[in-house]
């Protein structure tokens, strides 16, 4: 029904099609936005921690919420308070 060259050359490219689509999908950009390789976790421990590390990981937490509020997150990103620890904000006075 199709000419044998026509069917030649698409048991021969059909490899490389499908692993150009499965690589434009799988690097597409909606697929990128909810990744969560792109995510990053902070960390804040009122005990041990100091509000001039990066707060990236638990030996480099941040001490206060300070940090936190004063701070721009992405879609995905974690904000993990140590637990049993006490956190306190002062807003300040109302004006």
Known sequence: MFPRALVNFLKSALPIIL?????FFALSPSSLIHSK????TYYVDATNGQD????????NAWKTIANVNGS???????????RGEDWRVNYGAAI
């Open 19 to 23: 692993f150009i689509s499965i690589l």
């Open 37 to 40: 390789a792109f995510a990053a």
């Open 52 to 59: 001039t590390n990066t707060g990236l990981s638990e030996t």
């Open 72 to 82: 721009s997150f992405k879609a995905g990103d974690q904000i993990l308070f140590k």
